[in-house]
């Protein structure tokens, strides 16, 4: 098996920036789309970034132009930073990721603990 360790989370004034990452706890034969979501108690959880295995980037409206997801698939992490930060960004985080362990298996969905970001204003 492999577990998903987010890092990163705080406290940050509005207008701060914080960086989160997520590594996988074992090398793997391949990670997909890796993917960051977060969630707010008596909400549903939200997409918030999504980057596919060549790089490609989606976000959610809410965060465009703020946040920016990258990857380093040497080191098996994911990336997000979160610029010029608002008080509604406050939630825990959640990094998810489409991984095959070995060139046999199918790809299952990982999840994170999640890290809680709280920004003040």
């Known amino acids: 098996q492999v577990q998903l360790v987010e890092s990163g989370g705080g406290l940050v004034q509005a207008g701060g920036s914080l960086s989160l990452s997520c590594a996988s706890s074992?090398?793997?034969?391949?990670?997909?789309?890796m993917c960051w979501y977060r969630q707010v108690p008596g909400k549903q959880r939200e997409l918030v970034a999504t980057?596919?295995?060549?790089?490609?980037?989606n976000y959610a409206d809410s965060v465009k132009g703020r946040f920016t997801i990258s990857r380093d698939d040497a080191k098996n992490t994911v990336y997000l930073q979160m610029n010029s930060l608002k008080p509604e960004d406050t939630a825990v985080y959640y990094c998810n990721a489409e991984i095959l362990l070995t060139m046999w298996s199918s790809p299952n969905n990982y999840w994170g603990q999640g890290t809680q970001v709280t920004v003040s204003s």
């Open positions: 980057i596919n295995s060549v790089g490609n980037t």
């Open positions: 074992r090398r793997t034969f391949r990670i997909n789309t």
